[in-house]
C-alpha cells in the first residue's frame, strides 16, 4: 500500500519519531557470531532487522529505538512486511512507556484510514481484510478500527465493506468481532445506501452483490 503522500499517516510518523526521541537509533547492532555478526544498521537489510532484531541481532531495546524507523520502511518498502514489524512490537512494547504504545497505535489508525480513502481495486490500495490481519498483528480488539470505518462516510469505505463481506462469504479468515459488525443492521442499512448511490459505478456489482449475502 502507497501511503507516501497521506497527510495523516505523514503526520503519524512523525509523532512516531518524537515519542521515541528518548531513544536514539543504534549505529551498530551486536549479533549473533553464526548469523549475522556485528552490523552497522545504514548497511542493514530492513528485511533482516524486521525479522531478527531483539532476537539474533541487537537486543529488544534496539528494536524499541529503531521503532520509527522499521514502521516507516514497512510502510514504503515492499520487502517488509507491516504485519511482521507490528507482531515484534508487539511482543516487546509490555514495558514501554503509554506514549510509544499510543504513537503506534496512531500509525496503525492513520494507516488504516488512508486505506478507507482507496478503493480495494486501486493500484495503490489493498484490501480491508489484509490490512486488519496485518494490523491485528498488534494483538488488539479491531474495534478501534471499527470506529474508524462508520465515520468513513465514503463510497471507498462502502467498497471496502462490500469486499470484506463477499470475502469472508469466501472463506477469507476475518475476525469475528469484524464479522458480526459487517452484518449488523447498521452497516446492512449503510450497503444499501451504497447500493442506490453508486448504482452504475465500476464497484456497483460488488456492492449489490455484498447486499444479498447481508440480507
Known sequence: MDVQTDAGVDAALWGLE?????HPPPRTLAGCPHCHGEMRVADADPLTLALALGNTLGTP???R???????????????????????RIA????????LERDAVR????AVWAALLDLHPDDPAGATAVAMLDGLGALGERPERLLAIWE????????????????????GA???????????????????????????GERWGGTIAAACDLVS
Not at 518524537?18 to 528518548?22: H, P
Not at 465515520?151 to 469466501?170: G, N, P
Open 65 to 87: 529505538a529503531l521503532t520509527p524507523f522499521l514502521l516507516r520502511r514497512a510502510l514504503t518498502d515492499d520487502r517488509v512486511d507491516l504485519r511482521t514489524v507490528l507482531g
Open 18 to 22: 518524537a515519542a521515541f526521541v528518548a
Open 151 to 170: 465515520y468513513k462516510e465514503l463510497s471507498s469505505a462502502d467498497h471496502h465493506l462490500a469486499e470484506l463481506v463477499i470475502d469472508a462469504f469466501y
Open 61 to 63: 531495546e534496539d528494536l
Open 106 to 109: 496512531d500509525v496503525a489508525d
Open 173 to 199: 479468515r476475518v475476525h469475528p468481532v469484524v464479522l458480526t459488525w459487517a452484518h449488523a443492521p447498521t452497516q446492512r442499512e449503510r450497503l444499501l445506501r451504497a447500493r442506490d448511490r453508486d448504482r
Open 91 to 98: 511482543e516487546n512494547w509490555a514495558d514501554w512507556s503509554d
